[in-house]
């Protein structure tokens, strides 16, 4: 009997293990594809930056669009925080569409590819979403903030940031933004902002714009956050795009007691502006109710709502929620309009985009418009991450 | 010294993983024998790099 009882209950744990271990397995190794646009002029990996991030699971695609005419360089960081996805979809949208008629766009559309392959630990997040679009439907994978255990472990008591030595929160040793400007011999996640770092300097990177969302709780929202050699621009922009483009947008200062991240470190360890953006992501919230798919990409959420009313949030919230358009839509408008206010500056050091969707047109047609079906793609113009 | 510790951590939760098993298979109340198992799974999904 005790044995029957045994084998039963072996047979029940096999069968968890089975299919917990499949569902892990799959979104780990789920292939996102891109369909390099037509203003990619080539497509390379970040270990040529390097070295020693070559073969590792963040030795991540860059995509590279170089206009005729002399110019600026740029580079765009999308998945620096994966479980943001308006950054990834973003930059998505910018490789499939963009082309560059002045200066150079480098896109990362994974910049930690680790953290792509995890989701929150305890979270109960969804492995993946899907992305409407004309074709069906695209897959991508959920993410998380940080990178992922099975790439780097194990974490320390205290997270002491290089070359600062400031004191951080254990897990963000594996958090790219709080591991700026990197080292050529720490973890993973440091070598990954090595890497990223050298590549800046090599190729003369003029602006980095790194692309994140934030929980409406977190007082950073709806901003973009900037280093002080980038203070002017953003100030600039900011002002442009609430006159133009259809919502508002603020500046915050990078404050430099608080290190390790892309806006404090890039602007003292390289010659480039470093700026990021924040969108509104309720998802990310603490007092979000179901943690699932449709709120990811509605943005809808009562108790958030709620929370709104209680004057607990530092940017609006109502039952239309934040939709993915609206925020990927929030990202393309701001770095086209960032670029235009550089480019009006620094005609020399000008980039100048063309086929970018902007704010107005994403939400009108939705994100999914913009991505290219690697179906009908040609075998070289496809890649992924 | 990163990749000595990894080495550690895997070989100390095989090792949680096998008293588990151990004690799952000497279990006497059905009661514990769910616990093990329950217990077990992250255990068996970490060493085997799933999870």
Redesign the interface.
Known sequence: MMKTRKALFALIGAVLIVFAGKSFYGSRRLKEPVVAGPGVTMVRKLSESFQGIKGSVNDANIYVLEGKKPGGSVLLLGGSHPEEPAGRLATWVLTENAVVEQGRVFILNSANRSATTVTRLGGAYPPDFTIKTPWGGQKFRMGDRWSNPLDQWPDPEVYVHYPTRQELAYVDVRNLNRAWPGRPDGTLTERTCYALTKLIDAEKIDIVIDLHEAELQYPVISAIVAHQKGADLAAMASMMISGSEGFEIGVEYSPEALRGLSHREIGDHTAAISLLLEAPEPFLDATRGRTDRELLLTGRDPFVVRAGKRGLLFEKIDEKGWPIDVRVGRHTSAILKILEVWSDEKPDRGVVLTGVPRYNEVIEKGTGAFLRDPAKADKASLHFE | M?AL??IA?YAMTAFAAVLLIWN??KG?R?QD??LY?IV??PF??RV????
């Open positions: 990163s510790i990894t951590y799952f298979i006497k059905w024998e769910v198992l077990l799974i068996l999904l085997l790099r799933l999870k």
